[in-house]
């Protein structure tokens, strides 16, 4: 039998792979909009796509803009202005998406415009822009998606848009009506984020204490128990999830509703951080109203106190508008007592600017911007020494902290009262070896203004 013959190898030459298309990325707003871009950038990455730094190497260059006030919305132009300069091809999301005229009148050339959350349409555009590479190995992607945050810490937002209708907001006509995410998926998300490691998470939306509300408190079950769709039962699943460490819990933009009180007695248990951001934006029952702010009618002073009596170490953070058409001296001067009887502890204030849309724009009675300035400037005069006083009285308490970096300026951390970038921060002694990321209990050996000095006693 003839041997057979060798069979001819068929080559294969090696074809280098296709680079992947690369997206330029521009991040502007709240934390919601982040929010919004993670979840761009997390679909990006799923889909093979490479974001950059800078524009000359993009693709493409996708901004997500803030329109929420003047400044905020000249940022936003000049962001498309940089982008469009330097890159051309340019997709504009977000909240001044909106507003589509107020962008097209200076850039007509763009390549798409959509508004906040529409995320199918920001993909729409860029496949139309870059054709997605097709690369399996490129669809790996972290369970807990791409994070803009540091690792250690993550916005999980659990609704969209919001019910109310105050007077100085145009986010309900950028954002709708509250949209509630149901809260086991909610919680799913916070255990894969707990799993990789997150050591905080922080829940926002434009109002947390109405949660659930247009699901009519939906119930839904999470690792064998059932859950309503509500601020009370979400607190008690983010202390319930399975992960190695229970991750802190920091809850933002919560109404003073008798309900919250609930979530108080979590916090004195220990299962969410003993911290409340509430935007109580004035104390004047009249300002208040022409505000149309939601609880205008609650009395808050006794609220903070009932919140004080279930969990004495609370941090209550706000902020406030100084100046709002209309105020008088008198409603200053009652915002100004109410703040010394209040004592929060972390406050952001700001000198009312119009938003364009907004109704409080005709309301009478502007105040003149020197006079929003002297009142800013007694506003947060006293609240300084309020912060002052009651940080130190923290002197000699021992305090868990989260390290959020380690650098020049040597060991910078926070404390359950201390939410990242708005409030202070504590400045640890003898940490060297410690990482951001790293939870360590400090005691407290000075404080100033607004910030801690401490000293690592266990790491
Ligand atoms: S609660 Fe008021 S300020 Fe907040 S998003 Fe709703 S309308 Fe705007």
């Known amino acids: 039998m003839p041997a057979a013959a060798a069979r001819p190898r068929r080559k294969t030459a090696a074809v280098p792979p296709k680079p992947a298309p690369k997206v330029g990325f521009v991040s502007l707003g709240c934390p919601k909009a982040l929010v919004d871009s993670e979840r761009i950038l997390t679909q990006l990455r799923a889909e093979g796509y490479e974001t950059v730094g800078n524009y000359d190497s993009a693709d493409v260059v996708i901004v997500n803009t803030c329109g929420f006030i003047d400044s905020a919305v000249a940022e936003s132009l000049d962001a498309i202005g940089d982008a469009m300069a330097e890159n051309g091809k340019v997709i504009v999301t977000g909240c001044l998406g909106a507003k589509r005229e107020v962008i097209t009148e200076r850039f007509p050339d763009l390549l798409s415009i959509t508004g906040p959350q529409d995320f199918r349409g920001v993909m729409d555009a860029v496949h139309t822009a870059v054709p997605p590479r097709h690369d399996p190995f490129l669809d790996l992607l972290p369970p ?70 247009d699901l009519k408190y939906a119930r839904r079950s999470f690792r064998d128990r059932e859950y309503e769709t509500r601020m009370l039962d ?24 008798p309900h919250v009180d609930g979530v108080i007695e979590l916090m004195a248990e220990g299962l969410v951080l003993p911290y409340l951001d509430v935007p109580f934006q004035h104390a004047s029952t009249a300002v208040l109203k022409r505000m149309k702010r939601p609880a205008a009618a609650e009395n ?32 200053f001067q009652t915002l100004l007592d109410w703040l010394d009887e209040a004592q929060l502890d972390r406050v952001g204030a700001f ?44 002197i000699g308490k021992t ?36 990482k951001a990321g790293q939870r360590v209990m400090a005691t407290v050996t000075d404080a100033d203004t607004h910030d801690l000095y401490a000293t690592v006693v266990k790491g």
């Not at 979400?234 to 991750?247: F, I, Q, S, V, Y």
């Not at 506003?379 to 309020?386: D, K, L, S, V």
Request: proline share 6%; hydrophobic share 40%; with cysteine.
């Open 144 to 213: 807990q998606g791409i994070k803009l945050t540091p690792r250690h810490y993550a916005y999980v937002k659990i609704s969209e848009g919001c019910n109310h209708k105050c007077s100085f907001c145009i986010i309900p006509s950028m954002r709708g009506k509250l949209r509630s995410r149901p809260v086991d998926e909610v919680l799913v998300e916070a255990q894969k984020l707990a799993r990789a490691g997150v050591q905080e998470l922080l829940v926002i939306s434009q109002d947390t204490s109405a949660y659930g509300a």
């Open 234 to 257: 979400l607190c008690r699943g983010l202390a319930n999830l399975d992960a190695p460490h229970r991750p802190w819990v920091r809850l933002h933009y919560v109404y003073p509703y």
């Open 351 to 394: 000198t009312y600017s119009p938003v364009e849309g907004a109704t409080a724009n005709a309301l009478p009675g502007a105040v003149p911007q020197e006079v929003m300035d002297e009142r800013l400037e007694r506003f947060m005069t006293r609240q300084a020494a309020i912060s002052e006083a009651k940080l130190a009285k923290k």
């Open 300 to 331: 808050t002073l006794r609220r903070l106190e009932a919140w004080r009596s279930i969990c004495p170490d609370i941090a209550v953070r706000s902020t406030f508008i100084v100046g709002f058409p209309g105020e008088t001296e008198a409603e």
């Open 399 to 434: 305090l868990e902290v989260l390290v959020d970096e380690v650098g020049p300026e040597g060991v910078i951390g926070r404390s359950y009262a201390d939410a990242p970038e708005i409030d202070g921060r504590v400045i640890l002694e003898g940490g060297a070896r410690l």
